[in-house]
C-alpha cells in the first residue's frame, strides 16, 4: 500500500516535471520554506520544502525546487518554521473542559467524585459548551483530529463540524443510568442511530464507547463487540487501568487480567482502541497485537492519577498501533498532545533506567502516524504524502524556547509549548492562521465556558464537596 503510494507521488513528481516548460498546477494552498516532517515511513525531512494541496488533498510535498510550477488561490511562507502533520489525540472527554481543576488531588476520584458530579451536571448544554471549549484548545495546540467518549456525542459532531475539525465519536455505554441513556441498551441504541446518521459525514466517524470492562456486563460487552464488525466502526474503551478493575474483573472471570477477559469473552478485534493499558504484562501485549488493538497512551493523565505508568516503550517496540492521548481534561488537563511530549520521553526514561529510551523522533512518531494507526485512519491522516487529507499544522521556530533547532524532533519534544503551533489546516481548509481561529468566535466561546462554570461552582459547594 506505502509502496504504491510512493510510486504514485514519483509519477506524479515526473509528470510534473516533464510538463513543467508547458503547464502551471493550480492549487487551492501552498505552504512555502518549511521545515517539513513528512512522518512518512522513511521520515524524510525537507529542509526547505513545499506542500501543495488541492481541494482536501496534499497534491505534493517536495524539496521546494518545483515551486514555479504551482499557481496558488492561498500560500503560506512558513519562513523556516516546523511544517508537520496535523496532531492526532487517541483518547478525550473533550466535554469535560467545563470540570477542569476540579478536585484534582481527590483520591478514588472518579468513582467519589466525578462519577456524582456528572450525574447532577451532565446534559445536551453542558456537552456543547465543553466541546466547544475543548475543540478550540485542540485546533491551537495543534490538534486536527480526536478520538472522544462521552455522552450526547451528536451535540460533540455539531461542534466538531463548526470548527471544522476531524473525529471519531464515541457514545459512552456504562451500566448505570446517564443524562443521555436510561440503560446499556439505550446507549448502545443511541449509539447506532448515531452510526448511521453521520455515516457519510466526511470529517466525522461515530462509534461505540464502553466505558470500561469492569463498569460494563460481558453481555453488553459481547453486543458492542459485534455490532462494531456489523457497522465496521471504532469501538473505544478504557482497559487495564487500574486496581479496581483489575479486582472486578478477576472475581468476574475466575482471576483473568482484563485483557485476558476481553479475548475470552470474544471483544477484542481490529476496531477496539484501548485507553490507558497500564496493567498489562508481556502476554496481555501478545494478545492485544494479535489482534490488531490500538492503543491510545496517556501519560500525563495516568502519573498524575497514580495508577502507574504503561509499558508504552514496549507496545511502540514491538510494532503495536500506539498513539498519545490527553484523556479528559479532569484527567490530563490540557488538551493539546505537545504537552504530553516531554512527559512521554522523560517517563519512559525513567522508569527504564535508560537516557535512550523514547526517543523524540518515536514520541512524534506516537502522534501523528502511530496515532492514525491506533485509529485505524493510517491511509487518510498521519504523514505528509500525496493522495492524503491535507492536515497540517506549522509550528514557530522564532519563539524564543525554540531557537536555536539543531533537531527538530527534540525541539518539538523538550521545548515546543502548545502556543508555538501557528497555523493548523484540517482538509485544506485552514482553521487557525497567526494564532486566530478562523471558523468559531473564541471570546463568545470562553464566554459560554464562564458561564456554564459559575453554574458547576454552585452545585459543588451547594453538594458540600470539596472545590479544590
Ligand atoms: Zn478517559
Not at 117 to 126: A, D, I, Q
Not at 151 to 165: L, N, S
Not at 210 to 237: C, F, R
Amino acid at each position: 500500500m506505502l509502496k504504491k503510494t510512493l510510486l504514485a507521488a514519483s509519477l506524479a513528481t515526473l509528470s510534473l516535471s516533464s510538463a513543467s516548460a508547458f503547464a502551471i498546477e493550480n492549487v487551492d494552498l501552498l505552504i512555502k520554506n518549511g521545515q517539513i516532517l513528512t512522518m512518512d515511513r522513511e521520515k524524510t525531512i525537507f529542509d526547505n520544502g513545499l506542500i501543495a494541496i488541492r481541494d482536501n488533498k496534499i497534491v505534493a510535498v517536495t524539496d521546494g525546487s518545483d515551486i514555479n510550477e504551482y499557481k496558488s488561490v492561498k500560500t503560506i511562507d512558513a519562513d523556516g518554521d516546523i511544517v508537520m502533520p496535523g496532531l492526532i489525540n487517541t483518547h478525550t472527554h473533550a466535554s469535560m473542559t467545563v470540570f477542569r481543576s476540579l478536585a484534582d488531588d481527590v483520591p478514588d476520584r472518579l468513582h467519589r467524585y466525578i462519577f456524582p458530579l456528572e450525574k447532577k451536571l451532565v446534559s445536551r448544554e453542558m456537552v456543547r459548551i465543553g466541546a466547544q471549549l475543548g475543540n478550540v484548545e485542540m485546533v491551537k495546540g495543534g490538534v486536527t483530529t480526536y478520538a472522544d467518549m462521552y455522552y450526547f456525542e451528536d451535540e460533540v459532531a455539531k461542534t466538531v463540524d463548526q470548527i471544522g475539525m476531524r473525529a471519531i465519536l464515541g457514545e459512552t455505554i456504562i451500566q448505570f443510568p446517564v443524562a443521555s441513556a436510561k440503560t446499556p441498551e439505550d446507549g448502545i441504541k443511541y449509539a447506532e442511530k448515531l452510526i448511521h446518521e453521520y455515516k457519510d459525514h466526511p470529517r466525522i466517524t461515530m462509534a461505540f464507547a464502553p466505558h470500561g470492562p469492569y463498569t460494563n456486563s460481558t453481555e453488553t460487552l459481547q453486543t458492542i463487540a459485534k455490532l462494531s464488525m456489523k457497522y465496521d466502526v471504532p469501538v473505544m474503551m478504557h482497559l487495564a487501568e487500574s486496581d479496581r478493575e483489575r479486582e472486578v474483573i478477576a472475581k468476574r472471570s475466575g482471576g483473568l487480567s482484563p485483557v485476558k477477559y476481553m479475548e475470552s469473552i470474544g471483544a477484542l478485534n481490529e476496531n477496539l482502541v484501548a485507553a490507558h493499558v497500564i496493567d498489562a504484562n508481556e502476554e496481555d501485549i501478545a494478545i492485544l497485537k494479535k489482534y490488531d488493538v490500538g492503543i491510545a497512551h496517556n501519560m500525563s493523565a495516568n502519573i498524575k492519577s497514580a495508577k502507574g505508568v504503561s509499558p508504552a516503550l514496549q507496545m511502540f517496540n514491538d510494532g503495536l498501533r500506539i498513539g498519545l492521548g490527553t484523556d479528559g481534561p479532569m484527567s490530563g488537563n490540557t488538551l493539546s498532545t505537545i504537552d504530553e511530549f516531554n512527559q512521554v520521553a522523560k517517563v519512559h526514561k525513567l522508569v527504564n533506567k535508560d537516557r535512550a529510551a523514547m526517543p523524540p523522533k518515536n514520541v512524534i512518531e506516537m502522534a501523528t502516524i502511530g496515532a492514525a494507526r491506533a485509529l485505524h485512519m493510517e491511509d487518510k491522516v498521519g504523514s505528509l504524502e500525496v493522495g492524503k487529507l491535507a492536515d497540517v499544522i506549522v509550528i514557530d521556530t522564532k519563539a524564543p524556547n525554540m531557537v536555536p533547532v539543531y533537531n527538530p524532533y527534540s525541539a518539538l519534544v523538550y521545548s515546543a509549548y502548545a502556543t508555538n503551533v501557528k497555523h493548523t489546516i484540517v482538509d485544506g481548509k485552514v482553521i487557525m492562521e497567526n494564532r486566530n481561529v478562523l471558523t468559531v468566535n473564541e471570546d463568545s466561546i470562553r464566554k459560554e465556558a464562564l458561564q456554564f462554570a459559575d453554574k458547576v461552582r454552585q452545585t459543588v459547594i451547594e453538594s458540600g464537596e470539596i472545590v479544590q
